[in-house]
C-alpha cells in the first residue's frame, strides 16, 4: 500500500509527509467492508471512497458515563475527516475487515482511551442506522453502528488521548444535555441530539 502512495496527489512523495500526514493518508486508503441494509457483508472499498460516496459501513460508539450522571465526550482532532473539532461519543470507530462489532468496541475502547475492560463490562444499548452529510468536508458517514456503554469511575485527566486523533475529553451532565441551547449545540456532532440519541442517553440515563 505504502508504494501505491509514493506519489501523491500534486506529485508530492509519500516519505516526505509527516509521520501524522502518512498516518491519516494510509488510513483514508485502509479498505473497509461495505455492508446491505441486513448487516450482510456485500464488498470492500477504501474509508475514502466510502466516506465520499455514502456507502453503508459498520461502526460502534460507546458512551462513557459517571456515578455522578456524566456523560463523556471526546473532542475530535481538527484533521477528521468528518465534521473535525466537534464534541463526539466517548470512543467511535470503524469495524475494520474481519473484525465484528464487539471486538472492534474492546479495541477502540483501549486505543482511543487507554482503558481496557473485558467485554462483561460493556453494555450493549441497542443497534441503529445512521447517515449524515458533513458540510464542512463534504462527506457522508452512512452506517450501520452498535451502541455500547460503560461506567467509569476514574478522573476525566486520566484518559488517553490518542495522538492525533482527539484534542481531549468534556464532562456533560446527562440533565444538560437534555435542556442544551442552541449555541451550545453547535460544539457537537449534530447527531448527539438526535430523538434515537438521545433516546440513547434516557437509557443510559437508568443504569445510573
Given at each position: 500500500?505504502?508504494?501505491?502512495?509514493?506519489?501523491?496527489?500534486?506529485?508530492r512523495r509519500?516519505?516526505?509527509?509527516?509521520?501524522?500526514?502518512?498516518?491519516?493518508?494510509?488510513?483514508?486508503?485502509?479498505?473497509?467492508?461495505?455492508?446491505?441494509?441486513?448487516?450482510?457483508?456485500?464488498?470492500?472499498?477504501?474509508?475514502?471512497?466510502?466516506?465520499?460516496?455514502?456507502?453503508?459501513?459498520?461502526?460502534?460508539?460507546?458512551?462513557?458515563?459517571?456515578?455522578?450522571?456524566?456523560?463523556?465526550?471526546?473532542?475530535?482532532?481538527?484533521?477528521?475527516?468528518?465534521?473535525?473539532?466537534?464534541?463526539?461519543?466517548?470512543?467511535?470507530?470503524?469495524?475494520?475487515?474481519?473484525?465484528?462489532?464487539?471486538?472492534?468496541?474492546?479495541?477502540?475502547?483501549?486505543?482511543?482511551?487507554?482503558?481496557?475492560?473485558?467485554?462483561?463490562?460493556?453494555?450493549?444499548?441497542?443497534?441503529?442506522?445512521?447517515?449524515?452529510?458533513?458540510?464542512?468536508?463534504?462527506?457522508?458517514?452512512?452506517?450501520?453502528?452498535?451502541?455500547?456503554?460503560?461506567?467509569?469511575?476514574?478522573?476525566?485527566?486520566?484518559?488517553?488521548i490518542e495522538?492525533?486523533?482527539?484534542?481531549?475529553?468534556?464532562?456533560?451532565?446527562?440533565?444538560?444535555?437534555?435542556?442544551?441551547?442552541?449555541?451550545?449545540?453547535?460544539?457537537?456532532?449534530?447527531?448527539?441530539?438526535?430523538?434515537?440519541?438521545?433516546?440513547?442517553?434516557?437509557?443510559?440515563?437508568?443504569?445510573?
Amino acid at each position: 500500500m505504502v508504494r501505491a502512495l509514493l506519489l501523491h496527489s500534486r506529485g508530492r512523495r509519500f516519505e516526505s509527509y509527516s509521520a501524522h500526514q502518512k498516518t491519516n493518508l494510509m488510513a483514508d486508503n485502509l479498505k473497509l467492508n461495505i455492508i446491505d441494509e441486513g448487516g450482510n457483508i456485500i464488498g470492500q472499498e477504501s474509508r475514502e471512497n466510502i466516506h465520499r460516496q455514502g456507502l453503508l459501513h459498520r461502526e460502534v460508539h460507546i458512551w462513557f458515563y459517571t456515578p455522578k450522571g456524566e456523560i463523556i465526550f471526546q473532542h475530535r482532532g481538527k484533521n477528521k475527516d468528518t465534521y473535525p473539532d466537534l464534541l463526539d461519543a466517548t470512543v467511535g470507530g470503524h469495524v475494520e475487515i474481519g473484525s465484528n462489532y464487539e471486538n472492534t468496541a474492546l479495541q477502540e475502547l483501549a486505543e482511543e482511551t487507554g482503558t481496557r475492560v473485558d467485554k462483561n463490562n460493556l453494555i450493549f444499548i441497542q443497534m441503529i442506522r445512521s447517515k449524515s452529510f458533513d458540510t464542512a468536508t463534504n462527506k457522508t458517514n452512512n452506517v450501520i453502528r452498535a451502541i455500547y456503554a460503560y461506567h467509569y469511575g476514574g478522573k476525566i485527566e486520566d484518559l488517553k488521548i490518542e495522538k492525533g486523533k482527539a484534542i481531549g475529553f468534556e464532562l456533560w451532565p446527562l440533565e444538560k444535555i437534555f435542556t442544551i441551547s442552541d449555541e451550545d449545540k453547535k460544539r457537537f456532532i449534530p447527531f448527539v441530539f438526535d430523538k434515537q440519541n438521545l433516546e440513547i442517553f434516557s437509557k443510559i440515563r437508568k443504569l445510573i
